[in-house]
């Protein structure tokens, strides 16, 4: 009983001396949902190409240069952006995963995973783009910064 007295007057003296006036609350954006519209591995993209498409025509030509691997999922452009990232590679094996996409004050930020194979890796040795397209709910005309990390992953099964 004692023990637990004491944690009360613990937790209240923290919760009284973090709630002042002058106390300063730092909050993060908020995640936006996203969802996966395509992929695929092939596509007429020189460099890398981080794409934000607010519109059916934009997205109409950016499908042009883009080959998934299934046919687009129909995006409604009232209700959300599209979000497209493809990475021209030398070889196959490579990927793009979107991890997040959060809305902060002035910006939006979108975080993404370059997936590249190990030396361990049998790819195949033709000239590849990888890419994804998200759609995400429609946001403010804010700034959208791409953010990239990149991990190499092995093939080859160890103890």
Same mark, same amino acid.
């Given at each position: ?34 969802? &996966? ?10 460099? $890398? ?14 499908? =042009? ?9 129909? $995006? ?12 021209? =590679? ?6 793009? +995963? ?35 397209? $998200? ?7 804010? +700034?959208? &910064?791409?953010? &990239?990390? +990149?991990?190499?992953? +092995? ?5």
């Amino acid at each position: 009983m004692k023990n637990l007295l004491l944690l009360l007057a613990a937790s209240g003296l923290v919760l009284i001396t973090g709630c002042g006036e002058d106390s300063e609350i730092l909050t993060e954006g908020d995640y936006l949902f996203f969802e &996966r519209v395509g992929s695929g591995q092939s596509g007429s993209v020189s460099e $890398v190409s981080e794409w934000v498409l607010r519109d059916s025509a934009s997205w109409a030509e950016a499908q =042009t240069r883009l080959r998934p691997l299934a046919p687009f999922e129909p $995006v409604d452009f009232t209700q959300a952006v599209v979000v497209a990232i493809a990475i021209p =590679t030398e070889s196959g094996g490579y990927h793009v +995963e979107v991890e997040s996409v959060e809305e902060l004050e002035d910006h939006v930020l979108v975080t993404y995973l370059f997936q590249k194979p190990a030396l361990d890796c049998i790819t195949l040795s033709a000239l590849a783009v990888p890419f994804l397209v $998200v759609e995400v709910r429609r946001f403010d005309d804010k +700034e959208v &910064r791409f953010e &990239r990390r +990149e991990q190499k992953y +092995e093939c080859t099964w160890k103890q």
